[in-house]
């Protein structure tokens, strides 16, 4: 009953809220009500996310209530919020920072509402207060990248690369740990020098204009690789460094996160040199973990999906090199 009279009141009370959408009719009666905050639409990978959430949702019968946060963490929270108001029987949210969220979360807890992290993380103090975490290993990825940079150095006998490096959201998960993976990957080795890492927001049109500024700043002769934090802002870069007659991938060696379609055929036409995978499909996992807990059974702390890099010093031949 209680599901059931949070989803009228949801219903009731959707007017009021912007991009808030229910997706169950409320005659079919959902076995439970899941309220998910996305944190933006920001990449494809993004849009890929919802869409894997809102089809595992459909596939396990669940209603969904999903608000769109377009970057604002003011607007997670008031989602938040609204989910405890309608008394959802379980909160998925993927946090745009780590900070900030010990107010929310604590209000949800008092509330009894389990709380599922997808996709990002929050600060470690505040460990106490969600049940569960599913998404990437953002460290090994930054760490995939920084090994796959130490192979092809090995390969063509590079001596000295200096690399630019444009990040995600300054305090999000994937940008502090695809920096700190990178970074410690290639600590030690004297071949390799962090010219300047900069802020990109996991944009495609910051990626640009990221890129623009450092082929201002060092030349094209001053920068050896662009590790780029996601594959929108790696396609902004490879528009300037195309528009600017810059051969990407030769001229300037290209690594990238995610695994987009347009990315894996950029590295497959020999415009990338590496991709690192970070999957978007974590729909599935999160509706098993919801399962679990309605059934009142553990759950596992942390889910991590398996992923792994592609790069030209593979065989790009391979079936299993494509891109979401
Ligand atoms: O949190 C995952 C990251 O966020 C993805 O790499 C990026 O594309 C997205 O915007």
Redesign the pocket.
């Known amino acids: 009953m209680r599901k059931l009279a949070a989803l009228l009141l949801a219903l009731l009370l959707l007017s009021g809220l912007s991009g808030c959408a229910v997706r169950q009719e409320a005659e079919e009666k959902p076995a439970l009500v899941v309220g998910f905050s996305q944190l933006g639409a920001?990449?494809?990978?993004?849009i890929a996310n919802t869409a894997s959430v809102e089809a595992a949702a459909r596939d396990f019968g669940y209603g969904l209530m999903m608000e769109n946060a377009n970057q604002k963490q003011e607007k997670q929270i008031d989602a938040i919020r609204s989910f405890i108001a309608y008394r959802v029987d379980v909160i998925v949210f993927?946090p745009i920072v780590e900070t900030g969220w010990e107010n929310v979360l604590t209000e949800a807890r008092q509330a009894g509402i389990p709380v599922i992290l997808v996709?990002?993380m929050i600060d470690a103090a505040q460990d106490d207060l969600y049940t569960a975490y599913v998404?990437?290993d953002f460290y090994a990825e930054g760490r995939r990248a920084g090994e796959y940079l130490i192979r092809k150095a090995d390969a063509e006998g590079l001596a000295h690369l200096r690399i630019a490096e444009i990040c995600?959201t300054p305090d999000?998960?994937?940008m502090r740990d695809r920096q700190r993976g990178f970074a410690d990957a290639l600590a030690g080795d004297p071949r390799f020098e962090i010219i300047e890492s900069v802020n990109g927001d996991?944009l495609r049109s910051k990626g640009e204009e990221c890129m623009a500024s450092l082929l201002d700043k060092y030349g094209p002769d001053g920068i050896d690789v662009v590790y780029s934090?996601?594959?929108?802002m790696t396609l902004g870069v490879l528009d300037v460094l195309e528009r600017e007659g810059i051969a990407p991938a030769r001229d300037i060696l290209l690594i990238t996160?995610?695994g987009e379609k347009e990315a894996v055929n950029a590295l497959k036409a020999g415009r990338i040199n590496c991709v690192v995978q970070?999957t978007p499909d974590l729909g599935g996992d999160v509706m098993r973990l919801v399962q679990a807990l309605k059934n009142g059974q553990e759950v596992p702390r942390v889910t991590h999906p398996k992923e792994s890099a592609f790069s030209d010093l593979d065989d790009l031949t391979d079936p299993s090199v494509e891109g979401f």
């Open positions: 920001e990449s494809s990978w993004r993927s996709d990002r998404g990437a995600g999000s998960t994937p996991f934090h996601n594959d929108s996160v995610d970070c």
